[in-house]
């Protein structure tokens, strides 16, 4: 019996169009062929529709979703201009307007400048100018109103019975010397008990009859003549100091006058103490005095 070529048997089995679509892209990778012995040319037609359907599928393929997209932009290109925000417009508004107020106010300067064409100078305050004919007359009065022994202003002036005038510290300086000497020689020696409290009360009295009033008067010198005692001096001329010295206030207001136009201000004085014992700064150098 001869022989006979057996036809080739195609698979009869295609995926169906549902398959097609469910399927992805992989399951179309392999076709099968039933008979390998078939001609080449029937192999290679199978190769190029399984690759025209692979295609089809690529075509097919669903698109990803709008947020794995990325968007590949040249660093070249510019940014987009960003909207003022409010803060920012608002700033803008007021910097117009700040403008718009400078022009105008400008505008006004020159128009008030036209209008005055001559303006008036402002008058000028003159300078006093220093008078130096009374600055030498404040200087030639300070020199006679100032201490000899200080050379300072004497703020509590007190004169002698010379004539002579110094200032209270300077004096008292001068008498506690002469004082503190004759205590050396006589320490029982105190001029505030020297005179006996009952004569001083005598005298103080208004209704004394004048015969009494002279008697006591010689009793208290014959005790002060025989009592030793300091011997104060004037400081310029060297006579001897017998009385306490005097307050000359006529010194002291010049003194205060010369001071304030030269604009100083005498110093403050010390609390007076209270229940004082002696009545002047004076009274513990020299005794009672009819």
Known sequence: MPATRSGVRQGSRQPGPYLQDMAGPSNLDFVHVVDDEGPPRKRQ???????????????????????????????????LAKKP??????????????????????RALAAAKTAQPHPVPLAKVPTPTPDAKSDKVLSAIEEHVSCEVCTLKMWNPFTLACGHTFCKDCLLD??????????????????????PLHLRAALARHDLAAPQRRHIEREIALIT??????????PTCRV??????????V??????????????????EPPRALHRALEGPFDGFFPFVV
């Not at 599928?57 to 510019?78: M, N």
């Not at 003549?225 to 004037?234: D, E, G, K, L, N």
């Open 251 to 268: 010194v002291k207001h010049l003194v205060r006058t010369i001071a304030a136009a030269q604009g100083e201000s005498p110093p403050k």
């Open 174 to 195: 001068w008498f506690s010397t002469a004082h503190m000497q004759h205590l050396t020689a006589n320490p029982t020696y105190d001029p505030q008990r020297l005179i």
């Open 45 to 79: 037609a199978v190769e190029r529709k399984s690759n025209k359907q692979r295609s089809k599928q690529k075509a097919k393929a669903p698109l990803p979703p709008a947020s794995e997209i990325i968007e590949i932009s040249s660093d070249e290109d510019e940014p």
């Open 85 to 106: 925000s409010g803060s920012t417009a608002a700033s803008e508004k007021r910097i117009n307007e700040l403008e718009e107020e400078n022009k105008n106010l400008k």
């Open 225 to 234: 003549a025989s009592t030793s005692h300091p011997q104060y001096s004037c």
């Open 240 to 249: 001897l100091v017998r009385a306490k010295p005097a307050e000359n206030f």
